[in-house]
């Protein structure tokens, strides 16, 4: 089955700053990459999603990209703020008939 | 704005005892999802359905699990016997066809004690 692996595990930034997190998929089939923020307790929310026809999509500070042939894909922020501060899921599908399989998440802290 | 609903938030119960939880798609959804959190796992999905028919539920424990939909508007998870090991936050979901959006409930906060 497919397989998605994050990084990092926590990612501390200064406020203003941009923030990446990378995330890799092991099947090559997979061709929906969506991006879901957690506060803690809070479900998870839909923040951006990709598809594999393409490259990069964009929605005001918040940016993703994907790579078919590496099997990548990036969530990009920028100007951060204290609200971006949250777990940030990936997530990868086959589509057609299939769930989402998740990355284990990153912790994204903002400094003042 | 429509949500996907849980019910209960938060359960506590005894090793044995049966568990259900159910969950409410956003009208109109065809799809939807179990998945189950926890910190030494993250999320995982478990099961779902799609026009109410079961699509996959391979990541599920077969001995002591079961989802159904016994119709459009309700999903129901069912745990019996229950086990500590099954202490996490379950959480359904529901989209217009699979692979796409999935729209995530607050998540039932399940503790065996």
């Known amino acids: 089955g497919e397989n998605v692996e994050q990084h990092p595990s926590t990612l501390s930034v200064q406020e203003g700053d941009s923030a990446v997190i990378k995330c890799t998929y092991s099947?090559?089939?997979?061709?929906?990459f969506p991006w879901y923020k957690q506060e803690l307790g809070k479900r998870p929310q839909l923040i951006i999603d990709?598809?594999?026809?393409?490259g990069e999509k964009k929605d005001q500070r918040i940016a993703v990209t994907l790579n078919k042939t590496a099997k990548h894909f990036s969530l990009h922020i920028t100007e951060t703020q204290p609200e971006d501060s949250a777990v940030y899921f990936c997530a990868a599908s086959l589509g057609g008939a299939d769930g989402l399989t998740f990355g284990k998440g990153t912790h994204l802290i903002i400094q003042p | 704005d429509a949500r996907v609903t849980q019910t209960p938030r938060h359960k506590v119960t005894e090793m044995g005892q049966e568990v259900t939880m159910r969950c409410q798609p956003i009208?109109?959804?065809?799809?939807v999802f179990w998945y189950r959190q926890t910190m030494m796992q993250g999320l995982e999905l478990l099961a779902y359905f799609r026009n109410r028919a079961p699509l996959d539920d391979s990541g599920m424990p077969k001995d002591r699990f079961s989802a159904e939909m016994p119709d459009a508007t309700l999903a129901t998870l069912k745990i019996q016997p229950s086990e500590p090991r099954d202490s996490a936050v379950y959480f359904c979901?529901?989209?217009?066809?699979?692979?796409?959006?999935?729209?995530f409930g607050p998540g039932t906060r399940l503790l065996v004690l």
């Open positions: 099947d090559s089939a997979s061709n929906y």
């Open positions: 979901a529901s989209g217009l066809s699979v692979g796409e959006t999935q729209y």
């Open positions: 990709i598809r594999s026809n393409v």
């Open positions: 009208l109109g959804h065809n799809t």
